[in-house]
């Protein structure tokens, strides 16, 4: 793979100081109660490390496995890759993505996690992109709106790649 060219969409100071604002919100609409927080693998596990560390809350950290992409081209088939780890009946549970852009994986997640019982069931996104999402289910928690333009780092990859970038970059050749 040729070494792309990176633009900084979102920087490290920025992503700090959204996700300290999300963190504070979560733990005011739960205060004295018990949260599930949910991350949807991959990318979803740096955003997570970072927003745990923003609540104030007794917490449970779980993943959830999907995949659905290839490349930068989604399949369209949401497939489970791993299951949730505890029982999540009578509790509150906010699933953490990473990016919403079709919503398949939300409808795919919400579905199947909505038959388990949950007390609540929230959505908390780093990232959405508008123009691709038709709104079927509100974001409870969002970190920012972006273009819909394929974006990199933060847990973000490209082809498995570029997790690792400290910032949310887009690729621009
Ligand atoms: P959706 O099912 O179309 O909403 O896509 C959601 C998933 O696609 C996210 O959890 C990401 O893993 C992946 N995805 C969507 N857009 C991007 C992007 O711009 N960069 C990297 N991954 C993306
Ligand atoms: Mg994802």
């Not at 560390?53 to 950290?61: A, F, M, P, V, W």
């Not at 709106?145 to 970038?165: C, M, Q, S, T």
Request: hydrophobic share 40%; proline share 3%; aromatic share 8%.
């Amino acid at each position: 793979m040729t070494q792309p060219n990176i633009q900084v969409m979102i920087d490290e100071a920025q992503l700090a100081k959204r996700i300290r604002e999300l963190g504070a919100r979560i733990t005011a609409d739960f205060k004295g109660e018990e949260v599930v927080l949910v991350g949807i693998l991959k990318g979803a596990f740096v955003f997570l490390a970072d927003l745990v560390r923003s609540i104030n809350l007794q917490t449970e950290i779980e993943f959830i496995g999907v995949a659905s992409y290839e490349g930068t081209k989604s399949t369209g088939h949401v497939r489970l890759t791993r299951d949730l780890g505890c029982e999540i009946r009578g509790r509150h549970v906010i699933l953490v993505e990473d990016i919403v852009d079709t919503g398949k994986t939300l409808d795919y997640l919400l579905d199947m996690l909505k038959l388990r019982d949950p007390k609540s069931l929230r959505i908390c996104s780093l990232l959405s992109k508008p123009e691709a999402y038709d709104m079927r289910h509100k974001i409870d928690y969002l970190g920012f709106e972006i273009p819909n333009d394929f974006v990199i780092g933060y847990g973000l990859d490209w082809d498995g790649k570029y997790r690792n970038l400290p910032y949310i970059g887009k690729v621009i050749g």
